[in-house]
């Protein structure tokens, strides 16, 4: 550690970028494969919607490359991408993942970019670290917080039912931030909240919502990350949120009164609390379609891809009536 004077750069943060073990196709696949192999817990307990334990899923943090190459860095070089294996009893799940995040890219909201690459019989999510910046030429890490951590919560108390953040908390946060950034990060949480509700997402507890701090004391809320729907494990898992949708905690009960307290507590007029659900609930169908059909997707996930895509644009399409 160095403590310096401010805007006063480290003296090493440039000579010592660059520092990377390159690991080659067999070193991958051996790295992959025990990920996959020694998966944690996720089985929790059935009928609470939860996928995830603290420091639940297997999953590593690499360097990528200009040239698509994997490696472990040293010095101040930052990883750039999180990679984790498909999870043993929740099939799909990657895939799950990948089209959740793409559909709310597709349907406008910021969330991070994925892809699913394939080693040997090993299928691999790859999360784009967007905690993570090129300057100069050089990565640097931005800093960012969960919002447990914003809130100075324990994180095994993530999930509101476990006394931990529910919306109004959240509001209480985020009405400290500068004025530009509260107003988009209140909009960006709202858009958040009906997209998981629409999908069927149980897991979106304060963890899984993080700030991005930047220069001057300016934080933004920052894009949506570990997004998947329950929908295809049947009633394997119950429906319950991960977070009180105003009285509301199954996401097949929510209605219009509910959202009405969400939009009241986030301090966004009801007019316009109203539109954007219309609209996220016109976009997010074609967008998971959309996501299915893209190339991206790997030839023997395809059909998958489309059944989950049919199934969240039924669930939507039911939310209608």
Known sequence: ?????????????????????????????VLFAGLAEHPADW??????????????????????????????????????????PSIPGLRHHHLNEHLCLRAARL????????EIITTGDLEILISRRYDRAQADGRWVRLHQEDL?????????MKYQSDGGPGVADIAGLLRGLAGPDRLASTRRFFDALVFNVLIGATDAHAKNYSLLLGAAS??????????ATVLPYGERY???????????WELDQVTRKDWTQVATK?????????????????AVPEAFHRAAAEPAVPEQLQ???????GLVASHVDGRRR
């Open 1 to 29: 550690m160095q403590v310096l004077p401010e805007d006063t750069s480290p003296s090493d943060t440039a000579t010592r970028q660059g520092d990377v073990q390159w690991l080659t196709d067999d070193d991958v696949q």
């Open 43 to 84: 089985d929790p307990g059935r009928d609470t919607g939860r996928w995830s334990l603290a420091g639940a899923q297997s999953k590593v943090a690499l360097f990528r490359g200009p040239d698509g190459r994997w490696g472990v860095p040293a010095d101040s070089t930052p990883t750039t991408h999180i990679l984790k």
């Open 107 to 114: 349907a406008g909201l910021p969330a991070a970019e994925t």
């Open 148 to 156: 447990c951590q914003a809130l100075a919560v324990h994180p095994s």
């Open 218 to 227: 300016r934080a933004q809320l920052g894009p949506l990350y570990d997004v």
């Open 238 to 248: 119950g429906h319950r949120s991960a977070m009180k949708i105003g009285d509301a």
């Open 266 to 282: 986030l301090g966004i007029p009801a007019e316009e609390a109203r539109s954007r659900i219309a609209t996220l609930r016109d």
């Open 303 to 309: 059909r998958p891809a489309e059944q989950l895509a």
